[in-house]
Each structure stands twice: as C-alpha cells, then as structure tokens.
C-alpha cells in the first residue's frame, strides 16, 4: 500500500508518493522488478489540468537522462516531460492512448505513463529527489502560484 | 437572446453550460451553448446561465426542475451537470467539451475572450451533437416520468 505525504494549500490537497523519487519537473520513478516505471506527480497533473492526448515515445526507444520522453496536451497547456532515467523504453501504458484521463484520476497507479530498462538505476537514482525534498518543492511552488493567482 | 419567462419556456429543453469564465474550454461551452439556442434549436430550447442556478435564482431553478436539461462541462469538475442534479433538474445528457475535443483533435481551442476558429467550429460540432440530443428528446418530461412510472410497476 503506497503511502503519501499530504498538504493542503488553498482548497487543492497535494499528494506526494513516498516510494517514488522524481525530478524537478515532477516526473516520479519507481523501481519495479527490473524495470523503473514513470509517471507524473499529483501535484504535476492537478496544476496542468484534464488531460486530453498523452504522447509517449514508443516501445524501442532509446533515452538518456532528461531526454524528452512525453508530451501533454491538456485543457490548459501542452507540455513536454524529461525522462528521470536513462535507458529504454520497453512499455508504454495502453491508457494513454485511449483514455490518458487516468493520468489525473490515478497518477501513481493507473496513471504510469512507460517503464524503462534502466542502464543504471544506481546512478539515475542518485540524480533525483527523495520524496520529502520534492514535497518541499512543490510547497513552494504551490505557494508561488497561489500568490500570483491572488495579484 | 433566449426568454425565461414562464410561458416560452414550457417543454424546452434547458441547455445549461460551464461558467468558467476565463478558461478556453468554458469559452467553448458556452459557444456552444448559444449555438443551440439561438441558431440551431431557438424554438426547442432555452438557455439557464450557470450562475443564476448557482444564485439560486427562481425562475432558473423552476426551468430547470421542470424540464430536460442538457448540460455542457468544461473540466472534469463538471459543475453543470452537478448544479443542475442539486437543483432538481434532470440531466437528459452532460456533454465534456475534452470529449468532443478528442474526437476532433484537428479543431484545436485556444483563446478565451475571442475563442480562435478551431474553438468556434468545435463549439459548432458540439451544438450539433446537442442539437441531435435535443431531437431525440420528443416526449415531455411529465410523460417519461409517467412511462418510467408505468414501467416500474
């Protein structure tokens, strides 16, 4: 059972996945088996808003770290996403191309956008955020946003 | 502009659209919405802006608690639809804007105040879907109910 730390900021409730580690940009990874799966933050997906396309790079692909590995459209912005590991991709969620709304709905579970090969999981890992640094991180950015949403 | 008054708006279907005001695909589903109502189905349908149901306003509540709505969301809050439910209204069909939206990825919206051309043809698909439904709607809310009635025993 994964647990989470929680904030509330305004009337938003912000989860943070703590058997995950992520990027700056909010991109978690997560060791499982040999593979590392990849998804977005909750904190990610409730700022970017509903998702309506979700594309990933394909089966096959070969990344480095931060590498491009997915764009976003949402009903707010289209955004790119960095990959958190090197390696290859070796499956990309079937959700996303029929129904990427479970990115919002369920962003550390069903929401997983691909699982990598890893190259070295030991070095990308230690390139990434423990759960409590990216909590803090997205206290501050959460913060930000609702003071410029307030100007 | 559509009439509220009592008498026009018997056995219309009320067309009940996002307020988000400031957001592309609320801009949409109000386009939409006055499409409808104003263009495309003036004599079957009437207009109940979200806000007055959210003021509590009783002419709005009367309309939408005595006949079909059919309700345009523009996020997954979905703040029509659940408006229209809390005032005793009757969603005939609740319409996503994103939905509409993936089934036409080439009429891309954009712009809020001024809505670009791909937002104005995916407001104009979207009043023709909703004007499909408003066909469809041919019995009155009073004989459904009856026939429901009659149906369940």
Request: glycine share 8%.
């Amino acid at each position: 059972m994964t647990e989470f730390l929680e904030t509330t900021i305004d009337k938003f409730i912000f989860r943070v996945a703590k058997d995950c580690l992520y990027n700056g940009e909010g991109v978690w990874a997560k060791l499982d088996g040999d593979l590392v799966k990849i998804g977005l933050s909750d904190f990610v997906q409730q700022r970017s808003g509903d998702v309506a396309f979700a594309e990933i790079k394909p089966e096959g692909t070969e990344l480095k770290y931060d590498d491009e590995v997915a764009v976003i459209e949402t009903i707010k912005v289209d955004i790119a996403f960095s990959s958190p590991v090197s390696g290859t991709v070796v499956q990309v969620n079937p959700a996303m191309e029929e129904a990427p709304e479970v990115i919002n709905e369920d962003p550390y579970g069903a929401g997983w956008i691909a699982a990598l090969q890893p190259d070295d999981w030991e070095v990308d890992k230690a390139r990434l955020q423990d759960p409590d640094k990216y909590f803090a991180q997205i206290k501050i950015e959460a913060q930000e946003e609702l003071e410029k949403g307030n100007e | 502009m559509s009439d509220l008054s009592k008498e026009n708006n018997q056995n219309r279907v009320v067309i009940v659209p996002c307020s988000g005001i400031g957001k592309t695909y609320g801009s949409v589903s109000r386009e939409a919405a006055y499409e409808v109502v104003e263009n495309v189905r003036p004599t079957r349908t009437q207009l109940v802006p979200l806000s007055l149901l959210v003021l509590g306003d009783d002419n709005s509540r009367e309309s939408v608690a005595q006949n079909q709505a059919v309700t345009i969301d523009g996020c997954k809050l979905a703040c029509a639809t659940k408006m229209v439910e809390e005032s005793g209204g009757t969603v005939v069909k609740d319409f996503a804007v994103l939905d509409v939206y993936r089934n036409h990825r080439d009429l891309k919206p954009k712009g809020i105040a001024e809505l670009n051309e791909g937002g104005i043809k995916l407001a104009s698909v979207l009043a023709d879907e909703i004007a499909q439904v408003v066909d469809s709607l041919e019995i009155s809310k009073e004989d459904q109910l009856e026939l429901r009635g009659g149906s369940n025993g």
